[in-house]
């Protein structure tokens, strides 16, 4: 079975802070995703990884960069956290013109 | 850009009764995908179809390329098929091909 961990299910952070949050999957997919998911507004992409240290923009990536240093981890990192931020974080993978596979989920909370 | 609208957006049925979701997208795509979200759960994706239908259990992806729509059925609903269903397309105008756009999700709700 393909897993997709996250680091936290549950993240509480202060406003400001610097906010990591990571997405570990473990069936050597080249392509791995961020998306915030907010009620009314469904999944919307943050950003996407389509190879090591190879990243594109996804549809909402202000306020947020990521990393991918290796094939089977991919970051998500808020530089200065903000209320507007507070949402569910969403991670996947998939290998290419492929179904994707989710991970559990952070749900963020900044105060 | 591609808009992808799903309807409705809340859906109540009794236990037993067969149940309908639809979908509809604005521009060409290279395959449509269905997916479920349990309460507090994460997601899980049920079908990814180009055309015609595939069939797993009691659930019923089917796609018309021409008009642009696809429908989830559930066949014999039970309580635990109440989740969030959403759908979301891969398209093929150019660019990367493993973005997804999603639509809002249909909350269904089984009741015993």
């Known amino acids: 079975d393909v897993k997709v961990t996250q680091s936290s299910r549950y993240l509480v952070k202060r406003t400001g802070e610097k906010v990591f949050l990571e997405c570990v999957q473990d069936?050597?997919?080249?392509?791995m995703f961020w998306y915030r998911q907010d009620p009314g507004l469904g999944l919307r992409l943050i950003y996407f990884s389509y190879d090591v240290k190879m990243k594109e923009k996804g549809d909402i990536p202000e306020g947020y960069s990521v990393s991918r240093e290796k094939k089977e981890r991919f970051s998500l990192i808020l530089e200065s956290a903000s209320t507007n931020q507070t949402s569910m974080y969403l991670c996947?993978?998939?290998?290419?013109?492929?179904?994707?596979?989710f991970g559990p989920g952070t749900r963020l909370t900044v105060l | 850009k591609n808009e992808v609208e799903q309807s409705p957006q809340n859906l109540t049925a009794q236990e037993g009764e067969f149940i309908t979701i639809n979908c509809s997208y604005s521009v060409g795509i290279s395959a449509l995908h269905w997916l479920q979200q349990h309460p507090g759960g994460g997601i899980v994706s049920l079908f990814m179809?180009?055309?015609g239908k595939k069939k797993h259990g009691r659930l019923i992806a089917t796609i018309n390329i021409q008009e642009k729509h696809s429908s989830l059925h559930i066949t014999a609903s039970h309580p635990r098929d109440s989740a969030v269903y959403i759908c979301a397309v891969t398209t093929n105008s150019g660019g990367s091909n493993y973005k997804l756009t999603f639509g809002k999700g249909t909350l269904l709700t089984v009741n015993p």
């Open positions: 179809l180009s055309s």
């Open positions: 996947a993978s998939s290998p290419p013109w492929y179904t994707q596979y």
């Open positions: 069936m050597d997919h080249e392509n």
